[in-house]
């Protein structure tokens, strides 16, 4: 990954990350004796190999944004336009208020409504580059993709989204095990 001070620099190197195997070694003090290990091999995590892409993703739409754009000027208006500009590339039908199928989680029939980021996908996206944005220099209070316009906008999407396909988005509940279950667990009265 890039860092941000290198983002800023220049955008004219291409280095792909996606081969590259990392050795760390760690050094043990224990009574004065000094001793070196090397830690094994490790390949990047399915998480990590994503928010790699999504962080040289973001970095070449800034680089494509006209003016071309620094990381370290960018704002939560910035997160907003790309967020937006991803909405192209969706998936998900998303119905508007005079859509017959408004509110309808499987509508019957075709309808011209546009396909747009589902709100679960945008979500996730932010808390990789909010991540990635710290781990490569940033500094938390600087974070453009923790911006309160951005939390707003994020949660503005989930309720269209929600009302448009008639699914609630509410936290799950964890389910508590039957009465049964949880009085067999319990030691009969007068046990020790």
Same mark, same amino acid.
């Given at each position: 990954? $890039?860092?941000? !001070?290198?983002?800023?620099?220049?955008?004219? /190197?291409?280095?792909?990350?996606?081969?590259?195997?990392?050795? =760390?070694?760690? =050094?043990?003090?224990?009574?004065?004796? =000094?001793?070196?290990?090397?830690? !094994?091999? =490790?390949? &990047?995590?399915?998480? /990590?190999?994503?928010?790699?892409?999504?962080?040289?993703?973001?970095?070449?739409?800034?680089?494509?944004?006209? &003016? &071309?754009?620094?990381?370290?000027?960018?704002?939560?208006?910035? *997160? +907003? $336009?790309?967020?937006?500009? +991803?909405?192209?590339?969706?998936?998900?039908?998303?119905?508007?208020?005079?859509? &017959?199928?408004?509110?309808?989680?499987?509508?019957?029939?075709?309808?011209?409504?546009?396909?747009?980021?589902a709100w679960g996908s945008l979500d996730a996206l932010i808390g990789r580059l909010r991540a990635a944005f710290e /781990?490569?220099?940033?500094?938390? $209070?600087?974070n453009p993709f923790g911006a309160r316009a951005v939390r707003l906008y994020l949660r503005e999407v989930r309720d269209?989204?929600?009302?448009?396909? %008639? *699914?609630?988005? /509410?936290?799950?509940?964890?389910?508590?095990?039957?009465?049964?279950?949880?009085?067999?667990?319990?030691?009969?009265? %007068?046990?020790?």
């Amino acid at each position: 990954m $890039e860092s941000i !001070s290198e983002m800023d620099r220049s955008y004219s /190197e291409n280095t792909s990350l996606d081969n590259i195997k990392t050795t =760390t070694t760690t =050094t043990t003090t224990i009574s004065g004796a =000094t001793s070196s290990s090397p830690s !094994s091999s =490790t390949t &990047p995590s399915r998480y /990590e190999n994503q928010k790699r892409r999504d962080w040289n993703t973001f970095g070449q739409y800034l680089k494509n944004h006209r &003016p &071309p754009l620094s990381l370290s000027r960018c704002s939560g208006a910035h *997160v +907003l $336009e790309f967020l937006r500009y +991803l909405d192209q590339f969706g998936k998900t039908k998303v119905h508007t208020p005079i859509c &017959p199928f408004y509110g309808h989680p499987n509508p019957p029939a075709p309808c011209p409504c546009p396909l747009r980021q589902a709100w679960g996908s945008l979500d996730a996206l932010i808390g990789r580059l909010r991540a990635a944005f710290e /781990e490569n220099g940033g500094k938390p $209070e600087a974070n453009p993709f923790g911006a309160r316009a951005v939390r707003l906008y994020l949660r503005e999407v989930r309720d269209l989204q929600s009302k448009a396909r %008639g *699914v609630s988005y /509410e936290k799950k509940k964890r389910k508590r095990p039957p009465q049964q279950q949880i009085q067999a667990m319990q030691p009969p009265p %007068g046990a020790t």
